[in-house]
């Protein structure tokens, strides 16, 4: 008897896909929730919509779960005493007060610890030491005031190294409803939501609930191993309120808008801990514990987001792909979205 897919090897192959350059966005659309939006019919042909319509597809006592951790200008531009030029990406915070960070440096294999590069000429971040990691460095935000202050004088938003247009309003980097300055990444999912359109849910009778994830780079990291189970997933902050755990069991269902929000739904419900730090990585086989729709953009191949989504509907993620990269739909961070129900696997 063959094997049940959910149950199949693995294979990096299994994860590719091609997707044409002139479908990764560049820019996000305006407005926010005029984006496209592929909806998952199962079996049957999968709708054409609009973010907008997503009030056709929610049902009174769905709870609508995101993200709403906020993105830092996390990416500086420096240079070394020598004149040679440097750059910092911070990754996340390594004490309260903001000022240790561990950062992807360059050029790493130069820096010495203890060496300070410079914005304008003044000191703004000394090298402390490689993590134990080894792919990252620590550093030291120096300067007088508040760290995250600095960060606004001097740093850029971290837009993925794919998208390569400038962007004139770093407030589109950024959900509506972000909070706590914290991650490296937008969810991005969620860049689609307009106040508007979350007040139109809640007359539907939908309510809506926000958890954190520290969203760090590697979510987004391609996967090289033959094997991807074998893939190491760094570890993230996450916190899912006891009030929300309670509304996700109240809910006729859990959505999630995007993978970030999955992850921390999910690592809380595995851990048993309301907040902490996850590894969890999501692929097949796995067992679903809270969430049952799935808002989300399209993936880069190769990826543990797009293993999650394989892992949520099965081998049709390929079929809803396809669909998408012919009708051309935009794809990846600034790109159009996709509603999937795991009930039609």
Known sequence: MAQPYRWAPMRLADFDYVLPDEQIAQHPIEPRDSARLLVDRGSAPPLHRHVRDIVEFLRE????????????????????????????????????????????????????PGEELLAGGVPLVRVLRRSEAGDTMIIELLGEGDPVALLQAHGEMPLPPYITARLDQPDR????YANEPASSAAPTAGLHFTPALLAQLTERGIQTATVELVVGLDTFKPVSAADPRDHVIHSERYRVPAEVTTACAAARRVVAVGTTSVRA?????????????????IHRPYEWKLVDVLMTNFHLPRTTLLMMIDAFVGPRWRTLYDEALREGYRFLSFGDAMLLDRSLS
């Open 173 to 176: 980097y950024q959900t509506v």
């Open 265 to 281: 739904l999910e690592s809380a419900a595995t851990l048993g801990a309301a907040e902490g730090r996850t590894r969890l990585f």
């Open 61 to 112: 006592g769905d709870l609508l779960v995101v993200n709403d951790t906020k993105v830092i200008p996390a990416r500086l531009r420096l240079h070394r005493a020598t004149g040679g030029g440097a750059e910092a990406l911070l990754l996340e915070p390594l004490d309260a007060e903001r000022r240790t960070w561990e950062a992807m440096v360059r050029p790493a294999k130069k820096l010495k």
